[in-house]
């Protein structure tokens, strides 16, 4: 069974940094691209990051130069660290796993920018 897990969420001031992670289990890692996305109260969930199995990323323009994806692949793991957090950042971060057609998300990690 596929697994998806998130942790590294939390509350943190304007300004400063978390890292996300997230641990795949019940699928080969390697063979998928991974992404993270986002979802505010009341928004609907928007694209954030994403690695493909080679390593080549793409960021939505809203976190480009302050969020940067990567994966182990040893450790069937992608992260998102997250720096110059806004409030705007808040919200739930989900990851996904997608191959070919399968696509498998994970139960989100909260995420609160405030002072």
């Known amino acids: 069974q596929v697994h998806l897990a998130e942790s590294g969420g939390g509350l943190v001031q304007p300004g400063g940094s978390l890292r996300l992670s997230c641990a795949v289990s019940g699928l080969i890692f390697s063979d998928n691209e991974m992404g993270w996305y986002r979802q505010a109260p009341g928004k609907q969930r928007e694209f954030v990051a994403s690695i493909t199995p080679y390593g080549r990323t793409m960021n939505a323009d809203s976190v480009k130069g302050r969020f940067t994806i990567s994966r182990n692949n040893a450790k069937s793991t992608v992260y998102l660290q997250m720096n110059s957090l806004k409030p705007g950042d808040t919200a739930v971060y989900f990851c996904?796993?997608?191959?070919?057609?399968?696509?498998?998300w994970g139960q989100g990690t909260q995420v609160t920018v405030s002072s």
């Open positions: 996904n796993a997608r191959r070919d057609g399968s696509l498998h």
